[in-house]
């Protein structure tokens, strides 16, 4: 048989996906510390502290946001057996929107108190939901079959998993699209929306859990 060029290890997408989101999460930071300076000069330093609530509050968002994403990708990664080029290009537009998110987190923290409210929420949304709009792009040269291959340890049978992973990314996909498009006539009601959405995602292995016997019944094979 023909000797033949294989696909790279899974190991390099998640060593490449740690530094990517290690860098990001650090430059979220960068944000809160340049605000040391002027609130020091300040005779009224906690005053100032508050009066900066944009940027906190946008650093912590942005923080759950990144972090949770992380926390869901390896809980999902550890039961994908070897890549392909879909899997590998998933994965890289995945990490151009995780390195993106510091420049949505900046636009929110700017204008969240200011007339251009609607346009840090709108683009703080864009860098939310935008690996869930590039994947379903991808999905669609594959006539939304997931292209992937899933370990014999995965909890729930790998069909089911590969039935259900494209229905959760399309539902998601138009949820930020409505909430993207609600910001920009109602930016606080689309910030709520996007706040229930990040806390419904900070614990994936209890979500995953409790909706695997929902998912088997749903996705069986008839």
Known sequence: MEKQFKHISHKFIDSLSDGVFSIALTLLGLSVVEL???ISKSEHFNEAILENWPTLFSYFLGFVVLFSTWYQYHVTSQYTEGTNAWIVWQHGLAM?????????VALLAQNLDTPNRKWGVFY?????FGNYWTTMILAAFTKFQWPV???EDLPTPPEIFRRAAPFFMAVTSVLGLFLVA????FPWAALIGYGLYVSSNIAPVRTLNRF???????????
Do not use: H, N, Q
């Not at 703080?124 to 939310?128: H, M, Q, T």
């Open 36 to 38: 040391v300076p002027e």
């Open 149 to 151: 291959t899933w370990t």
């Open 182 to 185: 609600l910001s920009l006539v």
């Open 124 to 128: 703080f949304g864009i860098c939310l």
């Open 96 to 104: 151009a929107w995780v390195a993106l998110m510091p420049f949505g």
């Open 212 to 222: 695997k016997p929902r998912l088997e019944r749903m996705f069986a094979p008839k």
